[in-house]
């Protein structure tokens, strides 16, 4: 996501941009009268694309975009926030993340997000906007499915269909909008949605590099017909977590890499299946990738190596919160 651009029209709404830009890691801005015009920067940050959050009245952030206001599909979520941070109005872009960060501000707040978009007052998300740990696949497709719901038409899902389920989706076997929730590639009609499901665990010698470690990755991905947009994480031995192929490699699939103690993965010792000697007596473990991959849940795919690599794929039963998965990899 841009840097959003988070501002206050007035002193009474200081506090409350101020708490806003803190958790989002943005800067703010104090405007309005007296303290600097606001007009240029929301219409900068509205061409660039870059989410707005203006503490101010509705039509006030309207009046500022004025003329810029441009193509539904293009558009960035824009909100508006009242001053003491109890109301938040998404404007623009209720489908591109305006929804959310209005839900998110109004529990920080213990406030209400004012949602006005239809679908999102029959369903808890849009399927434009799905929660945390899914990525739709085919996303052309999600304005005619939405269509055929809100004409009364139901879901027919392969896989999992708990989390739409409790959404309010209406799921029955006979459905007439295909769905296929899998983290495998696939041709389908319907829509496809990967749940963030799949841990590339990873091993190296120091004279990996980057290169090498993303093919490697993507080579297992492609040849077990797995999604990239399924992973969740890079994982590996906490020794190897300033290297820089595999913060490289992290970066490539705008994915965490996250690491694990010996013990950790020591766990996973019975488990592996192509333990090897050699590893055993240079780290005091039998695998690395395995045992990496294993922390998901089960191994999906056993050790791939390269010249100075090695990779698994481990999956989870379902979306990966990586808050809790391993530790935070540290440059």
Known sequence: MKTPLVFSMSPKGDEIARHVAQLLGSPVHFLGPGRGMAGDMVREAYGARAPIIGVCAVGHLIRLIGPEIGEKIDEPPVLAVSA????????????????????????????????????????????????????????????????????????????????????????????????????????????????KTLVAGLGCTGAAEADEVIELIETTLSEHRLAPQALAAL?????????????????HFGVPLRTFARRDLEKERGKLETPSDIVDAATGLAGICEAAALKAGRLLVPKQTSSQATCAIGQAPGPIDIAKFGKPAKI
Do not use: C
Request: no cysteine; net charge negative.
């Open 235 to 251: 994982a590996t031995f906490d020794t190897r977590k300033a290297h820089p192929a595999l913060l490289a490699a992290a970066d």
């Open 84 to 195: 003491d941070g109890k109301i938040a109005v998404p404007l623009l872009g209720s489908h591109r993340g305006a929804n959310a960060l209005a839900r998110w501000i109004a529990d920080m707040m213990r406030g209400t997000a004012a949602i006005t978009s239809f679908s999102d007052t029959l369903y808890e998300f849009s399927l434009e906007d799905p929660p945390p740990g899914y990525v739709v696949a085919t996303p052309e497709l999600v304005k005619p499915a939405m269509a055929a719901l809100l004409k009364g038409e139901k879901l027919r899902v392969e896989g999992p269909s708990g989390w739409l389920e409790l959404a309010g989706y209406p799921v029955a076997a006979d459905g007439s909008v295909p769905l296929v929730v899998s983290a495998t590639l696939q041709e389908t009609e319907g829509l496809l949605v990967h749940p």
